[in-house]
Nanobody, 122 residues
Framework: QVQLIESGGGLVQAGGSLRLSCSAS????????MRWFRQAPGKEREFVAT??????NYANSVKGRFTISRDDAKNMVYLQMNGLKPEDTAVYYC?????????????????WGKGTLVTVSS
């Protein structure tokens, strides 16, 4: 079981940037699909981005604005978020799994962090 801890959330104005970090222990990030999901109030958890085996995949809603990256030496995963919009407001979760790389659902995703809140004001 991989333990994941997110950090870097906060309050930012629309158009601003934030970088989320995910620290992993009990497992090596390059051995897993590492993903970011988010959950807005009253909505279901939704896919944001994946990085695995040199492949990255993004939700259409964040493509061109968000960048997922991985630092194998530090066993960390990051989500750089630029051009933030009020609709990006959500709790952001880091996740690790060995499901199909291009999967965007939460099915079988069995390692989750507790989340970090991102609030984008208009």
């Amino acid at each position: 079981q991989v333990q994941l801890i997110e950090s870097g959330g906060g309050l930012v104005q629309a158009g601003g940037s934030l970088r989320l970090s995910c620290s992993a222990s009990g497992g090596i990030v390059k051995d897993y699909n590492m993903r970011w999901f988010r959950q807005a109030p009253g909505k279901e958890r939704e896919f944001v981005a994946t990085i695995a085996w040199g492949i990255t995949n993004y939700a259409n809603s964040v493509k061109g604005r968000f960048t997922i990256s991985r630092d194998d030496a530090k066993n960390m995963v990051y989500l750089q978020m630029n051009g933030l919009k009020p609709e990006d407001t959500a709790v952001y979760y880091c996740a690790a799994d060995r499901q199909p790389i291009l999967q965007t659902s939460t099915d079988g995703v069995d390692n989750w962090g507790k989340g970090t809140l991102v609030t984008v004001s208009s």
